[in-house]
């Protein structure tokens, strides 16, 4: 069972930084697995922010495009998001997805906090 858990969320001010990182275990294939991370804001739908692809192709949300960087690590199974110049409507629940052989497996989240 593929099992994926997020980190990094917490409180910053506009302006700042912060790294997430999402962690997958149960899977020897893990370098086969398009990966992303998704946000949910209070009252809004899960939205696409950014994926990486097997070959580390990516790709971004308009709204972060110039301003986050996906990347991964396939050696010890970790995914990251940096999230520079943050704004308080990136203030959501940020999703970990992996994506393989048609199934999808997300983690539980971390909150991302952006203060004005």
């Known amino acids: 069972q593929v099992q994926l858990v997020e980190s990094g969320g917490g409180l910053v001010q506009a302006g700042g930084s912060l790294r997430l990182s999402c962690a997958a275990s149960?899977?020897?294939?893990?370098?086969?697995?398009?990966m992303g991370w998704y946000r949910q804001a209070p009252g809004k739908q899960r939205e696409l922010v950014a994926e990486i692809g097997r070959s580390s192709g990516t790709s971004y949300a308009d709204s972060v495009k110039g301003r986050f960087t996906i990347s991964r690590d396939n050696a010890i199974k970790m995914v990251h998001l940096q999230m520079n110049s943050l704004k308080p409507e990136d203030t959501a629940v940020y999703y970990c997805?992996?994506?393989?052989?048609?199934?999808?497996?997300w983690g539980k989240g971390t909150l991302v906090t952006v203060s004005s």
């Open positions: 997805k992996g994506q393989f052989g048609g199934i999808l497996y």
């Open positions: 149960g899977s020897t294939v893990f370098a086969l697995y398009t």
